[in-house]
């Protein structure tokens, strides 16, 4: 019972440092383009990994290259729709990847897909309808945080494949984290090399940044992007999947109320009612009879976010 909680408490944390990383990143869009921060983030979160590389073997480089490009992509359309709307749309629509797994694996995989989905689609299309009547109507961001939520499932699934090729391990995981955050950062380099003056660019904002977003940027890379990972790993391995989905659908609520209390981002009545109702569906197309919860395996998920 001590060691669940334990690994219950080690979640939290995570996605309560998840949450938080959406009014960080939108702050910091304002001064920096979705590539720049992608690779001061991850450049510094592959530096701090670095002795982990050393233990990686041939199959779990090839796997986290190949993630590492979704996951890069996923960040990429994730932080371009944030800069053109607010940090709490784009968390809410970024967490019904959990629903598009399902969808995707139906679609393209042929899996089965229990009622509980279904009606939780219904819950987020409710949820998503109250949410932008009262707020401004659907824009150009929003549509680029769908696309990105779209690819954070295919990235789960990839993420589910290596898991039934490599035995989870929280050793494992976090070296598979590893090759992420390097496979992400040369990504972006590439595409900033490819760019015009892209690095003289990135140089001369960079110089311009205040302590404030230097600091934002040392947090997104240590804590969410590095320390999170270990974090993940090892309470993954003391909580059942059940468990686990439940606490890492309450990521969209921390990135409201951080946005609130950071940034003064409001919702409205409505607004918070199709939140509550996002949040119920993510939870509820989680949902397996108790005794047929499997044990969550202990590689990272989205947010490894890929983790956001």
Request: net charge positive; aromatic share 10%.
């Amino acid at each position: 019972m001590r060691t669940e909680r334990l690994g219950l408490a080690a979640l939290l944390t995570v996605t309560v440092v998840w949450g938080t990383t959406f009014p960080a990143m939108k702050q910091l869009s304002t001064d920096l383009s979705a590539l720049q921060i992608i690779w001061l983030r991850f450049g510094l979160a592959a530096l701090v990994l670095l002795p982990l590389w050393r233990g990686i073997r041939r199959a779990e480089w090839h796997w986290g290259l190949g993630l590492g490009v979704l996951n890069f992509l996923a960040f990429w359309l994730q932080i371009e729709g944030l800069a053109l709307t607010t940090s709490n749309r784009n968390a809410f629509v970024t967490g019904l990847n959990v629903l598009l797994v399902p969808l995707i694996a139906w679609l393209v995989l042929r899996r089965r897909t229990g009622w509980q989905v279904w009606a939780a689609c219904a819950l987020a299309v409710a949820g998503m309808c109250l949410m932008f009547f009262e707020d401004t109507p659907w824009n150009r961001g929003d549509t680029l945080t769908l696309c990105s939520a779209v690819v954070y499932a295919l990235y789960i699934l990839g993420l589910e494949a290596a898991a039934r090729r490599h035995q989870a391990a929280p050793l494992r995981a976090t070296r598979m984290a590893a090759a992420l955050a390097g496979s992400m950062w040369t990504c972006t380099t590439l595409m900033l090399w490819l760019q015009p003056q892209g690095f003289e660019r990135l140089q001369t904002q960079a110089q311009a940044l205040s302590p404030g977003a230097w600091l934002a940027i040392a947090y997104l890379g240590l804590v969410a992007s590095a320390l999170v990972v270990v974090l993940q790993a090892w309470g993954q391995q003391r909580l059942d999947a059940m468990r686990s989905a439940i606490v890492f659908g309450l990521e969209p609520v921390f990135a409201a109320l951080t946005a609130w209390w950071l940034i003064d981002e409001r919702m409205g009545a409505l607004a918070l009612c199709g939140a509550a109702l996002m949040v119920v569906a993510l939870i509820f197309s989680q949902w397996t009879p108790p005794q047929a919860a499997p044990r969550a395996r202990s590689l990272p998920p989205a947010t490894a976010k890929p983790n956001a």
